[in-house]
Structure formats: C-alpha cells, structure tokens
Nanobody
Framework: VQLEESGPGLVKPSQTLSLTCTVS??????????WDWIRHTPEKGLEWMGA???????YYSPSLKSRTSIARDTSKNQFTLQLSSVTPEDTAVYYC???????WGQGTQVTVSS
C-alpha cells in the first residue's frame, strides 16, 4: 500500500489546514484497517491526531478533537484531514498512514505563519 499526502505547505494563523491522502495499492474501504493522520514536531515528537475506519467511523485525539475533522472520498480512494483555528504550534510534518499495516506516506511539511 502506498500513501501520499498533498495540500498547502503554508497556512495562515486562524485558518483551516486541509490535507488529502491518496491511497494506492489498497482501498480505504478494506475491512480490518483504519487510516490514520499523525504529525511530528521536534518539540513533541510523533503525535497521533485521529483516524477513520473502513466503515467511516472517526476517532480523534482528545487534545485535538475540537479542531479536527477526518473524512474520506471512496470514489477517489482518499481520506482527508482538516484542522481548524491553526496556530504556529501546529507547524509540523503531517503524515497519513495505515499504522496497523506499517504503511506511511512520506510526510508533508505544513508551516503556520502570517
């Protein structure tokens, strides 16, 4: 399974960060898997943000739940991340992954700055 993140590399404070993960070699509706979003900063390390199951059920980190939305587009075999009201502390490398299968995208740098 291959995963590839895409989206803007620069977001202004207070705006919404939007990323898309395109999946190939597998299906976002395949049973027994969930599809994850994780981010990495030098200060905090890896932080799991949330996931969407093959049935479309979403799970979120309690610390980010109020600002995070994960969805999927089964017709495009993609799943998405939206993080609202971003601040410079949300600057990170964002990864999509299928953690259960050990599959990760290469990551995409997102900087929050005016």
């Amino acid at each position: 399974v291959q995963l590839e993140e895409s989206g803007p590399g620069l977001v202004k404070p207070s705006q919404t960060l939007s990323l898309t993960c395109t999946v190939s070699g597998g299906s976002v509706t395949t049973t027994n898997y969930a599809w994850d979003w994780i981010r990495h900063t030098p200060e905090k390390g890896l932080e799991w943000m949330g996931a969407i199951s093959t049935r479309g059920i979403t799970y979120y980190s309690p610390s980010l739940k109020s600002r995070t939305s994960i969805a999927r587009d089964t017709s495009k075999n993609q799943f998405t991340l939206q993080l609202s009201s971003v601040t410079p502390e949300d600057t990170a490398v964002y990864y999509c992954a299928k953690i259960s299968g050990g599959d990760w995208g290469q990551g995409t740098q997102v900087t929050v700055s005016s």
